[in-house]
Structure formats: C-alpha cells, structure tokens
C-alpha cells in the first residue's frame, strides 16, 4: 500500500492513522517533497478512475491565480499538477491497481 501524503493536512494524518491501526504495511510518498511524474500522475489518475481535474485543489491561492477558469486537457491539467504539487488532492491511497482519495479518511477502508 502506498499514500501520498501531506504531513502537514490533517485529513492525510487521519487517513495514514486509520491504515497504522490495521498494522497494514504502507510506502509513505511526501509528494510535495517528491512530487510524482506525469507518467506517475496517470497511472494514478487510472486507478481512481477520475479525470485529471477532478484531482485539482481548486481552494489553492496557485489555482486561483493560474488556473481559474482555464479550460485544458487531461495533459495539461497533469503537467500543471507536476509543476505545481499543492494542486493535487490529498491523501492519495493506492493498493494494487485501485485507489481512493483520503477525503473523508474513511474511504481508505475499502482498500484494508
């Protein structure tokens, strides 16, 4: 199991803690240390089963001032989240070939 995590977000502690109590063994990615790649990004994307832009933090000052209202492709939403890492949502939790996004932390219990 991995989770791209923020240590600094409560949500991704809150999930990291619920997966620690089941004693489940989990690769920890500070994204923001060690943001993914874009081919990272889409793999990711696939196994959420999302587009691009559903994994926006649209709330982020760097959304607003870049990237409001823009209309742009899976690629180009991905190559900005690459760039710009406080842009994808977080915790991101993957085990095998399906994820889940960490908002609520509860939703990492389908993949325990």
Known sequence: MKIYHNP???KSRQTLQLIQEKNTEVEII?????PPT?????????????????????????????YKGKKLTNKEWI?????NPTLIERPIVVKGNKAV???PPENVKALL
């Not at 500070?30 to 060690?34: F, G, P, R």
């Not at 190559?79 to 760039?83: L, N, P, S, T, Y």
């Open 38 to 66: 874009e081919k990272e990004l889409e793999e990711l994307l696939k196994k959420l089963n999302i587009d691009a832009e559903a994994l926006l933090r649209k709330s982020e000052a760097v959304f607003k001032e870049k």
């Open 8 to 10: 600094r977000c409560s």
């Open 101 to 103: 996004i960490g908002r």
């Open 30 to 34: 500070e994204y923001l240390k060690t």
């Open 79 to 83: 190559k900005a989240m690459v760039q």
